[in-house]
């Protein structure tokens, strides 16, 4: 193709195949600002909100926050033997009964207690 044949196929397309370009990327922004919003609403309406003390309005609180000693951990190092799985059986059982011991759709399950973010009695 010539470049006069080019001019002359370039003036013969219409608006929507001159712009699309800048359409393809205007409808890029909006659904992007959608989800955006979509994602803030679920965020704020879910209750993680309140949980989330890295939040600017948290600073003064957020040394408050104490770490539950509650749950011992099990060692990721050392060999495997019956012993090893038969503790890492009980701390499971133990961590799995507590999630399970409270009603899932009462109204106390965001409670400090229920999330096991209380502060420890000293």
């Known amino acids: 193709m010539t470049e006069e044949q080019l001019m002359t196929e370039a003036g013969n397309l219409g608006p929507w195949q001159r ?10 922004i909006v659904i992007s600002l959608f989800l955006v ?13 309140q949980l989330d003390l890295s939040r600017p309005g948290y ?9 539950s000693d509650g749950f011992e ?7 495997v033997d019956k012993d090893t799985l038969d503790e890492f059986g009980k701390l499971y059982d133990q961590q799995a009964k507590q ?14 207690k229920t999330l096991s973010i209380d502060a420890p009695s000293k």
């Open 59 to 67: 600073t003064s609180v957020r040394d408050k926050a104490v770490r």
């Open 73 to 79: 951990g099990f060692s990721a190092s050392g060999s």
């Open 19 to 28: 712009h699309r370009f800048m359409v393809l990327i205007g409808l890029t």
């Open 37 to 49: 919003s979509v994602a803030l609403a679920l965020y704020a309406s879910s209750g993680a909100a």
């Open 99 to 112: 999630a399970t011991n409270f009603d899932s759709f009462g109204g106390n399950v965001m409670s400090d």
